[in-house]
C-alpha cells in the first residue's frame, strides 16, 4: 500500500486522466448546447425569412431549384455519425432493458434527448472508459496486490453506476417538481372551471401560461387528445409518464366524475384543498425528519472541534499531573 502510493506516476496518470476526461466533459456540453441554440434560432429564422419563389418567365423550360441545407455543420457531420453508431450498437439491448429504460427517461422528461439506445450505449462506452482506467491504474502500480485490485474494481463500478444514478436522480427530481406544482395546477383549474370554462379549455390555459414540467405533460394530452385520443386515454397516458401517486389519485378521480356526471368544479375544488393539506404534512415531515440528519453531521464535525476546544488547553495540567 505504500508503495502504491508512494509512486508519483499513479498520481500523474489518475491527475491526467481525471483532468481529460472533465475537459472533454465540459467541451462536449458547450457543443451540445450551442448546437441546441443555433437549431432553435435556425428554425425561427427559417420561419420568419422564408424564401419567396419567382415566377418564371419561360413556362416551357423547367427551373431546377437545388436542395436546401438546413442545420449546422456539427448536426450534419459528427453528430449524424455518433448518432448512426449509438443507434447500431443498441440493437443489441435486450426489449425489457430498453422498456424500462426508456420508461424511466419519460418519467425524467427525456434529458438531452436522450432515449433507451442512446443511454445503453453511453452507459457501455462509460464502462470501457472505466475499464481502461482501472488498468491504467493497476498498470501503474509497483505492486499488483488485492488493494490495487479493489481499488480498479471500484473505479469500474463508478463509471458503471454513475449514469443510472444520474438518471435516477433525475427522475426523482421532476417527480418531486411535478408533485409541488400540483396542488396550484388544481388551483388554476378550479378556478377556470368556477368562471365557465370546460376541462380541456381549463387545461389549454395552464399548459399555454405555464412553462414548468406539469405544464409540459399538459401540452402533451392536450396534443394527444387533438390527434384523436380521448380524454380518459390521455389522462391515464399521462399517469402513466409521469408515475406521480398524487397525479394519479387526481386523474382517477377526475375519470371517476366524467363517468358519474359530477360537476367538474366542486371536484377540482375540492382535489385541490385536499393537495394542499397534503403539502403541508409532507412539509412538516420533512421538517421532523431535519434533527435526524444532523446527528451524522454534528458527531463528525461538530462534537470533535467542541471536544478539541475543551480538551487541548487541559492537556498541559495533566501532563504536569503525571510527571
Not at 51 to 68: D, L, V
Not at 134 to 159: C, E, H, K, P
Request: hydrophobic residues 50%.
Amino acid at each position: 500500500m505504500n508503495d502504491l502510493f508512494a509512486n508519483s506516476s499513479f498520481y500523474l496518470v489518475l491527475g491526467s486522466l481525471f483532468i481529460a476526461a472533465l475537459f472533454v466533459g465540459i467541451v462536449l456540453f458547450v457543443i451540445f448546447s450551442l448546437n441546441k441554440r443555433r437549431s432553435n434560432l435556425s428554425a425561427r429564422l427559417d420561419q420568419i425569412e422564408a424564401p419567396i419563389p419567382q415566377m418564371s418567365t419561360n413556362p416551357a423550360k423547367p427551373r431546377i431549384i437545388g436542395r436546401e441545407i438546413n442545420g449546422s455543420l456539427f448536426s450534419r457531420t459528427l453528430a449524424s455519425w455518433v448518432n448512426q453508431v449509438i443507434l447500431f450498437f443498441g440493437k443489441f439491448t435486450p426489449a425489457k432493458s430498453l422498456a424500462d429504460l426508456e420508461h424511466k427517461l419519460g418519467i425524467a422528461g427525456h434529458p438531452y434527448n436522450l432515449h433507451a439506445r442512446q443511454f445503453s450505449v453511453l452507459r457501455f462506452f462509460l464502462l470501457l472508459v472505466g475499464v481502461f482506467i482501472a488498468f491504467l491504474v493497476i498498470r501503474s502500480s509497483v505492486t499488483f496486490d488485492s488493494t490495487t485490485l479493489l481499488f480498479g474494481v471500484l473505479i469500474i463500478f463508478l463509471f458503471y453506476a454513475l449514469p443510472i444514478t444520474w438518471l435516477n436522480g433525475r427522475v426523482r427530481t421532476r417527480q418531486a417538481q411535478i408533485q409541488r406544482d400540483l396542488p396550484d395546477a388544481l388551483d388554476m383549474l378550479a378556478v377556470c372551471a368556477s368562471a365557465g370554462l370546460g376541462f380541456d379549455q381549463s387545461v389549454q390555459k395552464i399548459s399555454d401560461y405555464w412553462q414548468t414540467e406539469l405544464g409540459k405533460e399538459f401540452t402533451t394530452m392536450r396534443t394527444e387528445m387533438e390527434l384523436g385520443a380521448s380524454r380518459t386515454e390521455a389522462l391515464k397516458n399521462m399517469s402513466k409518464r409521469v408515475d406521480v401517486s398524487d397525479l394519479s389519485q387526481f386523474i382517477a378521480i377526475i375519470t371517476q366524475a366524467e363517468k358519474v356526471g359530477m360537476s367538474y368544479a366542486d371536484v377540482l375544488q375540492s382535489q385541490s384543498i385536499q393537495m394542499r393539506i397534503l403539502r403541508q404534512h409532507r412539509v412538516r415531515e420533512s421538517v421532523n425528519k431535519l434533527p435526524a440528519k444532523m446527528i451524522v453531521p454534528l458527531a463528525l464535525l461538530i462534537f470533535p472541534a467542541i471536544l478539541a476546544v475543551i480538551l487541548v488547553p487541559l492537556i498541559p495540567q495533566l501532563m504536569n499531573i503525571f510527571k
